[in-house]
Nanobody, 121 residues
Framework: VQLQASGGGLVQAGGSLRLSCAASGTILSIESMSWYRQVPGKEREMVADITSDGSTTYQDSVKGRFTISRDNTKNTVFLQMNNLKPEDTAVYYC????????????????WGEGTLVTVSS
């Protein structure tokens, strides 16, 4: 199982970006999908999370500006980021937790490669 993120780039403050992350491989279900971000010298932090039934959680700093959604039929998670601020600049990572696969009893967690988001002031 692999995760492939896309959609990062350079945007001016106040602008928008939409990140996508698709899980590939033979997957029965994914319990939750999340977006994290990390800046150099700081710990990776959770930005948003969405469960298989659509329940969402957001970091306080992005509430009202970011929206996480997912397409369970395509094992894809999205992050719509509006009103971006320079402090949102980071490498964004997607993660899938509780991934169930055929013939395997144990669920796994998978991380994707990061995508860089740069917000200029």
């Amino acid at each position: 199982v692999q995760l492939q993120a896309s959609g990062g780039g350079l945007v001016q403050a106040g602008g928008s970006l939409r990140l996508s992350c698709a899980a590939s491989g033979t997957i029965l279900s994914i319990e939750s999908m999340s977006w994290y971000r990390q800046v150099p010298g700081k710990e990776r932090e959770m930005v948003a999370d969405i469960t298989s039934d659509g329940s969402t959680t957001y970091q306080d700093s992005v509430k009202g500006r970011f929206t996480i959604s997912r397409d369970n039929t395509k094992n894809t998670v999205f992050l719509q980021m509006n009103n971006l601020k320079p402090e949102d600049t980071a490498v964004y990572y997607c993660a899938a937790r509780g991934v169930r696969r055929p013939w395997f009893q144990r669920q796994i967690d998978v991380w994707g490669e990061g995508t860089l988001v740069t917000v200029s002031s």
